[in-house]
């Protein structure tokens, strides 16, 4: 544990220095170094994340530690011993219309800067070898399966084939205010079903 955790923290200090993605807006952001057999992985992080140097900082944040709340683990119970990630490490800015920046959300990570950031998740799946893994949200679940709508990953585990063997996937819908899909069916019955397979995964009961 003690060698994993100095290899995420010399992977962390390399992390902090990239600077591939000229659209994008960091420093970096990334979880506590912690030698994990769960990781969590979201899209990327927001304006807020990169002023406070934490993932999930903000609004969504608040919603998706409540998810966590319910099955036993608060929030700082979870930063500290659950690995957090993400496709993207940069807040990639908002969306605009004629070079405007517009209040209906950030902007989607381009094709290429998501190729550029996946050396840094690929490293860390490398380092950690989960057992579990959380992706948050649509882009991050596609990292590791087809998919065309939620209803048909969300509320199932799914074993992964990774470079260090099977790891089960257990996908969260992404807690944006603006997303009204965890709130209303069948996403909220999908969304229980799928918090009541990561309490009784065995990596989670471990922990708990």
Known sequence: ??????????????????????????PPVHGEACA??????????GFREI?????????AGKTLFGWFNEIDMNEQRFRQQIYMSAICRCFPGKKTRNGIPIKSGDRPPAKQEIENCSQWLNRELDILRPELIIPVGK????RFMDFKKLTEVIGQQHPVRLSHGLSDLIP???PSGVSTWPRTEPGK??????????????AWQAII
Not at 36 to 45: C, F, V
Not at 139 to 142: E, F, R, V
Not at 189 to 202: D, E, R, V, W, Y
């Open 1 to 26: 544990m003690k060698k994993t955790r100095q290899l995420l923290i010399s992977h962390q200090a390399a992390l902090a220095q990239c600077q591939l993605c000229p659209n994008m807006q960091g």
């Open 36 to 45: 994990s057999n769960i990781m969590l992985i979201g899209q990327a992080p």
């Open 51 to 59: 002023e406070v140097h934490r993932p999930f900082a903000w609004t």
């Open 139 to 142: 882009l991050a679940i596609a």
């Open 172 to 174: 969260l819908p992404h």
């Open 189 to 202: 019955t999908l969304l229980n079903k799928a918090l009541q397979l990561i309490q009784a995964h065995p």
